[in-house]
Structure formats: C-alpha cells, structure tokens
C-alpha cells in the first residue's frame, strides 16, 4: 500500500532530477529496470505534476527517485537545496557540466557518493587507513613530468622486466598497477563513463584518495590503464577536491598535459620507444603515423595508442597537435577495443568497487556499528547477500598473484 507524502518540496524535485540533466523521460526509463529490484516505477505525466505542486507522490515513488537521483529521500523535504560537500571541477568543459550526458553526471555523482560514504564510514567506526601519498607532493610542472614519472615508476617496481612480462597481457598489467595504487591507500572505483567525456576521475576527500577508472573505456584494459595512471598524477600533484579527465586545448590552464606526459612516460619511456623503433626500422618524423602503425609499435608493451601518440609528438617524430586530432577521429567512431573475457556476476561487484573498498569492508565488518543496511544500499545487493561478498573478497585477497 502506498503512502501519500504531502510535505514534499516540488522544487527540490525539480531540482535534484534537473542537477543531473535527466529529463521527465529519463526518468521513466531509468524507473523501469528498478522494479526488478522491488522499487515503484513514475512515469513522466506523474513527475510533472509532483514537480508543478498539483500532485504529491507516495513514499515508495520518492524512494524511486532518490534511487535515480543518488541523494537521500530527505532531499525532498528540504526548503532548499543543500550545500554540496565535495564541488565537482568541470575546469575542461568549454559549455559547463550541463554539456555532460545524464548518464556521465549520475556516473560522476555515484563516485563523489561513493567517496563519501567511505569517509564517513571510516570517521564513524573510528578506523585507521594508511594513505603513502599525500597532494601536492610534486608540483604539475609538464618540464618535470618525465623526471617524476621514472621517480614513480622505479619507487613502485615498474622495472622493464616487470613491463616485459606484462606487454602481453594488459589485463594483468592492469590489475597489478590497480593493486599496487590500492597498496598506496587508494580507493579505486570502476564505473560505466561515456569516453567522448570522461574517462576517468580523481578525488581527495578529508585526506582519503579516490580514483574512477571508465569500466567501458574504448580501448579495454590498455585504455583504462591509461587513465588510472593519468588519475594517479593528478592525486599527486593536485590540491583540488575533485578532478575530471577532460581534453581541452588550453594547455597552460589546467594539469592534463602534465598528467598524460607522466603516464605515458611510466608506461613508455623514450628509450624504450626509441629501441622499438629502431627494431620496426621507422626513426623518421612524420607528417602522420596510420592506426596500423601504431599498433605494431605499441604490440609488446601493456599500453594504448593515446601512449604511443603522445610520445611520438613529445619527441618530434609527429607534428604538432597530432595526438590531439587522433584523439578526436577514434573517440568519433564505435569502441574497437573488446577487452577480453566479461567477468562473471560474482566478480562485476569486486571489480567495480576495487580492494581497497572491499578490504575496507571486511576490516569492518566485525565492528558492533557495521552498517549492514548502509552496505546492502551501497552495493545494490540485499542484507544476507553482503556475507558472500565479503567470503568472495577475502578470497580474491588470498589469491591475488604477488606483485
């Protein structure tokens, strides 16, 4: 049975599904999947009139909404709306956030509430966790990118053996730079972005390091390395809250020329690029370098073509503007990059909310105050399932092949 709410704020319902860019539709659409999880689908006529005041919805309608709109159900009572806790920087975007996709900014919001709900999790059961990197920590000088990404790369044991042994297979060299940012005290959240704008994210929050990484990035694995390393470079060398990756060509008016420099530089050095070269027999500038050859020099090493490309521009060898104008006719065509294998249910949930959140949960899980409810919400799976997470996760933690 339902119960009919009449304190709502019809504003604030306005609001909450406009701050995200959803239309009346959308929100239909995304209402239907959610039966399936026992929640009350809307359809666009009942939101218009909630939203003009005529009508007021049932609880198990707001209960929809605050689904959709990834806030808490008291939002629609407020007079007005509350004051974000962490401000999302769209620094990248010439048109602002409402240039975003729906789905990109509920994707966003979903990582800053992640974030958050981790933080306060660890305040509220008064836990420690161990963070080895601190902002700030070298400054985003692009002069000094390729000195501290071989800093990085010896201190966290990216030897070129290491590299050689992985050049084969991008999903363990995935994996094993996501364990080793994990090692550093580093949250790192998979999620579903639209790569046309944005393939990732970085986060500090209350001294807590936070990265998402596109789970359907273009390039698989090698794409999504890319990114985390990139997102690495902004936790290090940033003191904003929060940083989008967004192309732009101001080059001096943000810290994405510094950050693809350093990635592409732990995961291609120019004397390594330069012996492949050598091997191909192609050590001359171009005018332009075809996708082909591209993949043939990137097809020993764990690395995507947005690497190769930055590296041949930074060292003459491509003109001016070459990765930019690549990047821009591969992210205008479909996804070309399969990724491999799809990972069984059991497994999506890990892999989406990464080790260091799930060991963060099996710390905790013994506390008196553990959130059960908070956890089920959390991971969009009922109360009694949340104990075979936390046998999945220990495991994985038993398993995992030492670095």
Known sequence: MMTETRWINPSI???????????????EEAS???RRRYYTPVTAEQLARWEAGEEAPALEHLETLAEIYLCPVGWFFLDRPPEERIVLSFRGLKKGPEALSPKTRQALERFRDLARWTADLLKRLELTWEVRIRP???SPDLSKAEAY????????????????????????????WRRVLEDLGIFCFELRLNPEEVRGASLW????PFILVNRADTEADTGRLFTLLHEFAHLISSNEGFICDLHTDGQDRNPEPFANRFAAQILLPREILRRRLQELGI???????????????????????????????EMGLAPAGFYEEKR?????????????????????????????FARLLVRSASHPAFPWIDVSDVLGMKVERIQEFLRRAEEAEETAPPR
Do not use: C, H
């Not at 319902?13 to 929100?27: F, I, T």
């Not at 800093?151 to 060299?173: F, H, I, N, S, V």
């Open 136 to 138: 700030r920590e070298i």
């Open 13 to 27: 319902l306005r609001w909450a599904r406009e701050r995200l860019g959803l239309s009346l539709e959308d929100v």
């Open 328 to 356: 821009q006719r591969w992210q205008s065509r479909q996804p070309w990059g399969r990724g491999g294998r799809r990972p069984k249910q059991e497994e999506q949930k890990l892999q989406e909310m990464g080790r260091s």
């Open 149 to 176: 990404a071989e800093d990085y790369r010896k201190r966290l044991g990216w030897t070129e053996e290491k590299q050689q042994e992985l050049g084969g297979d991008p999903r363990g060299a995935f994996s094993w």
């Open 32 to 34: 239907r999947p959610l």
């Open 283 to 313: 050590t001359n500038p171009r005018k332009t370098w075809s996708d082909t050859q591209l993949d043939k020099i990137r097809s020993p090493f764990p690395v995507s073509r947005d690497v190769v490309a930055i590296r041949l521009e």
């Open 205 to 208: 929050l209350e001294g807590y």
